[in-house]
């Protein structure tokens, strides 16, 4: 029996032919300076967050933008791309757990080649470059793993659950282990004379 498999989920299909390149907000034209080394050309761009960046207890969410200051030099190799990234991430402290929004400043240099050499990573692609992943793994790298609202964050209060940066006047109260509580209620033992005879009354025998 031949089953005729289409498509279950519905979705267009992609042909197989080589995919052309895609221009997208994170692709700049370098058309301008290709194989003229010794030129160069600095741009200032907003790119929107299209996908969230990061997976941890902060992330730049989508919907953010990047401001990019961006320098463009031609070199007989390639474009040398020099990228100052600035945008806001937002997320929550990893200590008392309230909404942060700490700022995120990085920096990257990258040569796009001219060709597929192995010896980088990078190509120009037609005549742009694709800044894209490049910016995505640098500000993710930057993301603090543990964050913080300040650095001397004190926390959560273990018994009430409550933010003690909150609470300046705060003093932990002494709580005593429940399995002694039940020894509070013996009196304290002054008189020793049930389980020990005084050697008076030994005499009197
Ligand atoms: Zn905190």
């Not at 990019?68 to 990228?83: K, N, P, Q, Y």
């Not at 002694?180 to 013996?186: E, I, K, R």
Request: proline share 9%.
């Amino acid at each position: 029996m031949v089953a005729l498999v289409g498509n279950p989920s519905g979705e267009r299909v992609e042909s197989l032919s080589v995919t052309k390149f895609r221009t997208t907000p994170y692709t700049i034209n370098v058309y301008d300076l290709m194989h003229r080394p010794g030129e160069m050309r600095e741009q200032t761009v907003t790119l929107p967050v299209v996908d969230h960046m990061g997976e941890g207890l902060v992330s730049v969410p989508a919907g953010a933008t990047i401001d990019a200051d961006l320098r463009f030099e031609s070199m007989h190799e390639g474009i040398l791309v020099t990228a100052e990234l600035a945008t806001t991430a937002s997320g929550v402290c990893g200590r008392c757990l309230i909404d942060i929004a700490p700022p995120v400043q990085v920096d990257f240099q990258e040569l796009f080649a001219y060709s597929s050499d192995e010896a980088f990573d990078f190509e120009v692609h037609d005549d742009h470059v694709d800044l894209e992943p490049l910016i995505r793994d640098a500000v993710v790298l930057s993301l603090p793993f543990q964050p913080v609202c300040r650095p001397d964050c004190p926390g959560l209060d273990p018994e009430t659950g409550e933010r003690l940066a909150d609470q300046p006047e705060h003093k932990p109260r002494e709580i005593a282990d429940p399995r002694w509580s039940a020894l509070a209620n013996f009196p304290a033992s002054e008189d020793t004379s049930a389980g020990h005879p005084s050697p008076a009354d030994r005499e009197e025998r």
